[in-house]
C-alpha cells in the first residue's frame, strides 16, 4: 500500500493568492493519483484525476501536475469558497490533508 | 443523475454490528465498469477507505478492518451495504458510501460521486 505525504499541514493565504499543494507518494504511482476538496459538514469532492485531469464541473483555477512520486496541486487564484481541506489519493489511500485557510 | 445515499441506525452499541445501505438512484449499479467503496471518516480526522464491492459481488477489503468486514451488492435494489462487527468506540465516524471510476481501465480509479454521509456513534 503506498504511503502519501502531504505538505504543507495547514496553508494561510488571502483571497487572490495563489496556492501550491504538494502530495508525495512512498513510491512511484505513475500518474495514478487524484485530488479531492472537502468543506466542513460536506463530502468530498473530486477535483482532479488521472494527476491533470479536471473533474466534470470544475473551475479552470484549479490544476494539478506531476508523476511518479511528486505532484502539485496548484489554484491559480484563490476564490473564498477555495477555502477548505484537500485531500491527495491513490486506489484506497488517501494523504492526510492540507488545510487551505485565509491569512 | 446519479446520486447515492446512505442509510441505517445512527447509534450501535459496542460489540454489536454496524449496519449500512447505500442506495444508488438516477442510474443503474451495474451501468459502466463502476465499482462501489466505503469511505469514513472520524471527527476532525481523515478520510479511511474502509472497502468496496463490484457489480459481480466481488469484494476488496482494508487489511485493517477485514476481520470483521462484509460488503455485499443487491443490484435488484440497486444498492450495497456494509456491515461491521464487533464495534467499539473507535468505529465512531462520518460513513460515506462512493463510486469509483477506473478512469485509467486498469489499477487506477477515482472517487467520483460520493453521498453526504451519515454520522454512526458507538455507544452504549
Known amino acids: 500500500e503506498t504511503v502519501l505525504t502531504q505538505s504543507p499541514a495547514t496553508l494561510s493565504l488571502s483571497p487572490g493568492e495563489r496556492a501550491t499543494l504538494s502530495c508525495r507518494a512512498g513510491q512511484s504511482v505513475g500518474t495514478y493519483l487524484a485530488w479531492y476538496q472537502q468543506k466542513p459538514g460536506q463530502a468530498p469532492r473530486l477535483l482532479i484525476y488521472?494527476?491533470?485531469d479536471r473533474a466534470t464541473g470544475i473551475p479552470a483555477r484549479f490544476s494539478g501536475s506531476g508523476s511518479g512520486t511528486h505532484f502539485t496541486l496548484t489554484i491559480s487564484s484563490l476564490e473564498p469558497e477555495d477555502f477548505a481541506i484537500y485531500y491527495c489519493?491513490?486506489?484506497?489511500?488517501f494523504g492526510q490533508g492540507t488545510k487551505l485557510e485565509i491569512k | 443523475q446519479v446520486q447515492l445515499q446512505e442509510s441505517g441506525p445512527r447509534l450501535v452499541k459496542p460489540s454489536q454490528t454496524l449496519s449500512l445501505t447505500c442506495t444508488v438512484s438516477g442510474g443503474s449499479l451495474t451501468s459502466g465498469t463502476y465499482y462501489w467503496s466505503w469511505i469514513r471518516q472520524p471527527a476532525g480526522k481523515g478520510l479511511e477507505w474502509i472497502g468496496r464491492?463490484?457489480?459481480?459481488?466481488?469484494?476488496n477489503y482494508s487489511p485493517s478492518l477485514k476481520s470483521r468486514l462484509a460488503i455485499s451488492v443487491d443490484t435488484s435494489r440497486n444498492q450495497f451495504s456494509l456491515r461491521l462487527s464487533s464495534v467499539t468506540a473507535a468505529d465512531t465516524a462520518i460513513y460515506y458510501c462512493?463510486?469509483?471510476?477506473?478512469?485509467?481501465?486498469?489499477?487506477?480509479?477515482?472517487?467520483?460521486?460520493w453521498g453526504r454521509g451519515t454520522l454512526v456513534t458507538v455507544s452504549s
Open positions: 489519493q491513490q486506489q484506497n489511500t
Open positions: 464491492v463490484y457489480p459481480t459481488g466481488g469484494t
Open positions: 488521472d494527476a491533470s
Open positions: 462512493a463510486r469509483n471510476d477506473p478512469y485509467c481501465g486498469g489499477d487506477c480509479s477515482s472517487f467520483d460521486l
